[in-house]
């Protein structure tokens, strides 16, 4: 079964910029969609952006611009470099994977696995 972890998440300033790491073990990433969602204190989970195994992308209207996903499949890691953070940005923030995402990915809450999260907090 496919296991994800985050990593990258942290505190940053208004402004600034993270890398978030979306590792999987037991099984080869490059077979699946991955996305990214994220999930504020008191509100519901919301898709972020997301890549397809053929490398087509997608991104909320609320990151283009400033976010970027891409995957290493030879690290078995995608990642999402995040700029110009806001401070509605802050939100746990999580991977996930489906194996159906192959020319196109969506953000739905119907991915198959789902990593724990880590925490983005944007502050001053």
């Known amino acids: 079964q496919l296991q994800l972890v985050e990593s990258g998440g942290g505190l940053v300033q208004p402004g600034g910029s993270l890398r978030l790491s979306c590792a999987a073990s037991r099984m080869t990433l490059a077979y699946y969609g991955v996305g990214w969602f994220r999930q504020a204190p008191g509100k519901e989970r919301e898709g972020v952006s997301c890549i397809s195994r053929d490398v087509s992308t997608y991104y909320a209207d609320f990151v283009k611009g400033r976010f970027t996903i891409s995957r290493d499949n030879a690290k078995n890691t995608v990642y999402l470099q995040m700029n110009v953070l806001k401070p509605e940005g802050t939100a746990v923030y999580y991977c996930?994977?489906?194996?159906?995402?192959?020319?196109?990915?969506?953000?739905?809450?119907?991915?198959?696995?789902w990593g724990q999260g880590t925490q983005v907090t944007v502050s001053s």
């Open positions: 996930a994977a489906d194996a159906r995402l192959i020319s196109v990915c969506v953000l739905s809450n119907t991915y198959s696995y």
